[in-house]
């Protein structure tokens, strides 16, 4: 993975499995206390305190369909080569709860990439899902609530590619006003 | 940056497509987004895939996704599903590939031969 927001679509990936119907996505970017914090918090079966304890290891899985598990090992990778860490929490939504912090200006901190990208792809895989995103960038706050897309658009046009396509200008706009730069990284030249 | 009359304009068309086509029957294009095919190249697959079905106004096309299915080496994995036709497994989609098995298997019905991968042999 070359960036966070292909980190981030395997997390999202990783809660539509655990059947959630609603994600909730926090990144927060702190100058002031160096940290770059990615939580993903769903209402899906929840991650058990035993599963806790290997879900880092890549040979385990809960997929009786292969023998490894990659998925949350190389997004804790991602953040301790960065400084950081990961750790599972219960959701307050019923569901698990992943928390991966980096240090903002640490040199290895990949960069936060297309993060627009990432939801779009995630979207159209799981339109059923309601997706709640705060970004706090150095700009400012913005929030995003696929609800409100829908709402947008109207029960008589529900289609995936217009969804899709109103996704991405709500996010773009948005997120580029609260100051989201995809390739901002930790290396300061 | 698209404008609102734009947008506006985008839905008017896009509604005229759902009343033409009915609801049963419409082909479906899953791409692979486990780690492994995010890590290979999935999202801008599955994006390219988006974009030329928007751009060629086929909106009775359901775009879907699935996790691992123990090919990692092939990934991108793309599977065409026409009601009808033999289920197509496509490997190592790029976007550009993408692109060509929308245009030649959806709209024109014939799938990209080189490009298919067997399934069962590749499982052995």
Redo the contacts between chains.
């Keep these: ?1 070359v960036d966070l927001s ?1 980190h981030l ?2 997390l999202l ?1 990783n809660s539509a ?1 655990a059947g959630a119907r609603t994600v909730k996505v926090d990144i927060l970017e702190s100058l002031e206390h160096d940290l770059l914090q990615v939580t993903v918090s769903d209402d899906g079966k929840g991650i058990s305190s035993d599963e806790r304890e290997r879900i880092l290891d890549p040979f385990y899985t809960s ?1 009786d ?2 023998h490894v ?3 949350l090992p ?1 997004v804790a990778q991602a953040a301790e080569l960065a400084g950081g860490s990961l750790s599972i929490e219960d959701s307050e939504l019923g569901g698990a709860c992943v928390v991966v912090n980096y240090k903002l200006n640490h040199p290895d901190r990949q960069p936060l990439g ?1 993060i627009v ?2 939801f ?2 995630f979207l ?3 339109p059923d899902l309601r997706v709640l995103f705060t970004y706090c960038g150095p700009n400012g706050v913005y929030h995003f609530d696929t609800n409100s897309i829908w709402d947008d ?1 109207g029960e ?2 529900r ?4 969804f ?3 996704v991405e ?1 709500e996010l ?2 948005g997120l580029y006003s609260a100051g989201y730069r995809p390739d901002r990284g930790g290396l300061v030249l | ?2 404008s609102i009359e734009e ?1 506006e304009r ?2 008017e068309e ?2 005229q ?2 009343r033409l086509r009915s609801a049963s029957g419409s082909p479906r294009i899953v ?1 692979g ?4 095919g ?2 290979a190249g ?3 697959t ?2 390219a895939v ?1 974009d030329e ?2 751009k060629r106004k086929k ?1 009775d096309v ?9 090919l990692c080496s092939q990934e991108p994995i793309v599977t065409v599903e026409i009601p009808g036709e033999p289920e197509v497994v496509y490997g190592k989609v790029d976007p550009d590939k993408a692109r060509q098995i929308v245009v030649s298997h959806i709209i024109n019905h014939k799938p990209v031969e080189e490009w298919v991968i067997n399934v069962e042999e590749q499982m052995l």
């Design positions: 993975m292909l679509l395997d990936q499995h997929s369909r292969k598990g990659l998925g190389l297309d990208a990432t779009v792809s159209a895989g799981n658009i008589d046009s289609n995936q590619l217009i899709l396509g109103k200008e773009t706009q | 940056m698209k947008l985008i839905k896009t509604l497509e759902i791409v987004m486990g780690t492994c995010i890590a999935a999202r801008d599955m994006l988006l079905l928007r909106l359901t775009v879907t996704e699935t996790g691992c299915i123990g």
